[in-house]
């Protein structure tokens, strides 16, 4: 990997992204919050420590998609009335970036693709409705309040619009899914499938004492 370095605006030390496209970062030594805007690095506040959990997957963990190598280099820690799940950050060998969702032992990739539709706002969207996307048909099964807890590594946008939004699943199927993200207006649209963790190879995963 390698991407733009630079030092942090709040320590000074030196800063290495992985992912030339990066917007937001933590930096290792400070835990300070970094906006890069062009080639400008901005300290914007201080990392929160994230909640203990119980997911094996951690930053620089590796495996495959595809057949595409990617690495994991952020992570976003979301939660909900029933729970709480991570959204990990995937550079692929490629020079894209793509999700790996690691919610309580199910886990799906997917990728920001350009939304053809237009899609309701948040109240004007229902369960069950049905929306036709990359040849398939997409049905609403789930209508989520998510609140944001806290990040590390790398991400593509920053999380400062993230305190809480609504977030639409989409299922076909056959195990297809996606995700409308209304933390942007036009919101977000993600699109990937369910996998199986044993196919995605992973490599450099978190060691529990006892395990």
Known sequence: MSGPSSNCPNCGAPIKFAWSSAVQAACPYCQAIIIRRDVNLEAVGTVADLPPDASAIQLMTEGFFDNKHFT???????????????????????GTSGWLSDAQ??????????????????????????????????????LTKVRYVGFE???????????????????????????????????LL?????????????TGLREFEGW
């Open 72 to 94: 994991v280099i952020g992570r976003i820690r979301y939660e909900w009335e029933q729970g709480n799940w991570n959204e990990w950050h995937l550079l692929m060998n490629d």
């Open 105 to 142: 032992a199910d886990y799906a990739v997917s990728f920001a693709v350009t939304s053809p539709i237009t899609f309701p706002t948040p109240l004007e969207m229902k369960k069950g409705q049905v929306f036709q996307l990359q040849g398939a048909q997409f049905m609403v099964t789930h």
């Open 153 to 187: 590594g790398e991400l593509p946008f920053t999380t400062s619009d993230r305190s809480e939004f609504t977030t639409a699943d989409l299922r076909t199927m056959d195990a297809r899914f996606a995700t409308i993200d209304y933390s942007e207006t036009p919101p």
């Open 190 to 202: 993600f699109m990937g499938r369910y996998v199986d963790i044993e196919a995605l190879k992973l």
